[in-house]
């Protein structure tokens, strides 16, 4: 699976341990089109991820963000000391998923999870190439 995490969600700015020698990549974003942010992606054993994501959940600061790790078929959304399991295509799953995000503040623009599984920040800013198309 894949994990997309926010470098600034992480209490003390750092991943669990058990995320050594997993990450692949960072690069800037910007949250809602204004905020500058750092996303760390990283590629996770399947078998580990539900252990990896309640990891994850343990670190998070407690308002505004998630983490999540996400493969064809299946979503594990992190929130600050929860975990929500999403199968593609169950909008239940997902509604849930958006009612706990809620619960710490995320804004519905940030929790789009239906969208996510094809396209990596479906809140980005549309891309100049994209549009000249």
């Not at 992480?10 to 690069?27: C, H, I, Q, S, V």
């Not at 929790?111 to 980005?124: K, N, S």
Request: charged share 25%; net charge negative.
């Amino acid at each position: 699976m894949r994990a997309v995490v926010i470098t600034e969600s992480l209490t003390g700015g750092e991943l669990p341990a058990a995320f050594f020698g997993m990450e692949d990549r960072r690069y800037p974003h910007l949250l809602d089109e204004r905020t500058p942010i750092e996303i760390t992606e990283l590629t996770v054993p399947a078998d580990q991820a539900p252990a990896l994501a309640l990891a994850l959940s343990a670190v998070l600061k407690p308002r505004l963000y998630y983490a999540h790790l996400i493969d064809e078929t299946r979503m594990l959304v992190a929130f600050p000391h929860t975990v929500v399991d999403l199968p593609r295509g169950n909008e239940e799953a997902i509604a849930h998923a958006q009612a706990v995000g809620a619960l710490v503040g995320i804004p519905d623009g940030q929790m789009r999870f239906a969208e996510m599984w094809d396209t990596d920040h479906p809140d980005a800013p549309a891309q100049p190439e994209a549009d000249a198309r």
